[in-house]
């Protein structure tokens, strides 16, 4: 039997974010994933918001379902909020994760403690075939520690200890780490407004107008 629930492309080809944008959204639409259904092109955008909306235009334009994107990496204080958008890339290969992790803790090796502040920023964003986007931006702030820690989620997660906790976020369960997430909110805030827009009362052209962050 099919599902009732309206179908979405996940416009992403990063395996740890699949599974998490699953746990996230999975109760709220169908989701399908890329499996070759598009190419990804190049991320050219100067702000994770400009990526996620061109990720999710592109997989529409390609597929004609609507999709749903993301983009985001870490804003790390003491390097005025690199890596950022090259957070994925930051050691020169895409997704080289230990390779970023080495890279990152060299250029901090001689920051102090106090100055070791970092948020993990993620901008979610949603396109439909008929033109109307919208997009999310969120943070998780904390502070990044001198070596890895914790065996769990992806990227940066071993380094970042968020605000008000002992542990970083590869520490923590995966539904511990939905609930605070950067990803976990931004994607709670858009579901909403992705299902509004797929209901057949919704507008039939339009934008909702530029990032907005959700309160925390």
Same mark, same amino acid.
């Given at each position: 039997?099919?599902?009732?629930?309206?179908?979405?492309?996940?416009?992403?080809?990063?395996?740890?974010?699949?599974?998490?944008?699953?746990?996230?959204?999975?109760?709220?639409?169908?989701?399908?994933?890329?499996?070759?259904?598009?190419?990804?092109?190049?991320?050219?955008?100067?702000?994770?918001?400009?990526?996620?909306?061109?990720?999710?235009?592109?997989?529409?334009?390609?597929?004609? @379902?609507? *999709?749903?994107?993301? =983009?985001? +990496?870490?804003?790390? $204080?003491? #390097?005025?909020?690199?890596? %950022?958008?090259?957070?994925?890339?930051?050691?020169?290969?895409?997704?080289?994760?230990?390779?970023?992790?080495?890279?990152?803790?060299?250029?901090?090796?001689?920051?102090?403690?106090?100055?070791?502040?970092?948020?993990?920023?993620?901008?979610?964003?949603?396109?439909?075939?008929?033109?109307?986007?919208?997009?999310?931006?969120?943070?998780?702030?904390?502070?990044? @520690?001198? *070596?890895?820690?914790? =065996?769990? +989620?992806?990227?940066? $997660?071993? #380094?970042?200890?968020?605000? %008000?906790?002992?542990?970083?976020?590869?520490?923590?369960?995966?539904?511990?780490?939905?609930?605070?997430?950067?990803?976990?909110?931004?994607?709670?805030?858009?579901?909403?407004?992705?299902?509004?827009?797929?209901?057949?009362?919704?507008?039939?052209?339009?934008?909702?107008?530029?990032?907005?962050?959700?309160?925390?």
């Amino acid at each position: 039997m099919s599902s009732s629930l309206p179908r979405v492309l996940l416009a992403t080809n990063n395996s740890g974010k699949v599974a998490e944008l699953r746990r996230i959204l999975g109760g709220a639409v169908e989701l399908v994933g890329i499996d070759g259904a598009y190419r990804p092109g190049p991320e050219t955008g100067a702000t994770f918001a400009e990526n996620a909306l061109a990720k999710a235009r592109e997989a529409v334009e390609q597929t004609g @379902l609507p *999709a749903v994107a993301d =983009d985001s +990496g870490l804003a790390v $204080d003491a #390097l005025n909020g690199m890596p %950022g958008i090259f957070s994925a890339r930051w050691a020169g290969r895409h997704g080289d994760d230990r390779a970023n992790l080495e890279l990152l803790l060299r250029q901090l090796s001689d920051v102090p403690d106090a100055r070791r502040g970092a948020g993990f920023v993620c901008a979610a964003a949603y396109a439909l075939p008929d033109g109307r986007t919208d997009v999310v931006l969120a943070e998780l702030r904390g502070a990044l @520690l001198r *070596a890895p820690r914790g =065996d769990g +989620g992806f990227g940066y $997660d071993p #380094l970042l200890v968020p605000d %008000g906790m002992s542990v970083t976020t590869a520490e923590l369960s995966a539904a511990e780490k939905d609930a605070i997430s950067h990803r976990g909110q931004a994607f709670r805030a858009l579901a909403p407004r992705l299902l509004a827009a797929l209901a057949p009362a919704a507008h039939a052209t339009g934008s909702t107008g530029p990032p907005r962050r959700p309160a925390r």
